[in-house]
Nanobody
Framework: QVQLVESGGGSVQAGGSLRLSCAAS?????MGWFRRPPGKEREGVAL???????KYADSVEGRFTISRDDAKNTLYLQMNSLKPEDSAMYYC?????????????????WGQGTQVTVSS
């Protein structure tokens, strides 16, 4: 059983930055950030594997950076140059199988989410 707790969300103006954190308890390998914009389906944002392999959605490539501190069992998402379309509930999740995918389907454990709102 893995428990995940996100933090760091908030309200910013377009062009601003936020850093999300996700504290994990239990074993993790692949970890990812996902988001659910208002009225839309949950979508993958970025993932990182145990070997620091990363993958980003095209919409955030070059603006967001995913990282992890295994000593602290914490996942991060640095979000720069934020746009109004980045507004969403952001979730972290972890997967123990073949999870090099931004599809949420194989991710078994999820946090409660943290809200990000970007105003124009």
């Amino acid at each position: 059983q893995v428990q995940l707790v996100e933090s760091g969300g908030g309200s910013v103006q377009a062009g601003g930055s936020l850093r999300l954190s996700c504290a994990a308890s239990g074993s993790t390998y692949y970890m990812g950030w996902f988001r659910r914009p208002p009225g839309k389906e949950r979508e993958g944002v970025a993932l990182i594997g145990g070997a620091r392999m990363t993958k980003y959605a095209d919409s955030v490539e070059g603006r967001f950076t995913i990282s992890r501190d295994d000593a602290k069992n914490t996942l991060y998402l640095q979000m720069n140059s934020l746009k109004p379309e980045d507004s969403a509930m952001y979730y972290c999740a972890t997967c123990s199988g073949a999870c090099y995918t931004l599809s949420p389907r194989p991710y078994a454990y999820w946090g409660q989410g943290t809200q990000v709102t970007v105003s124009s």
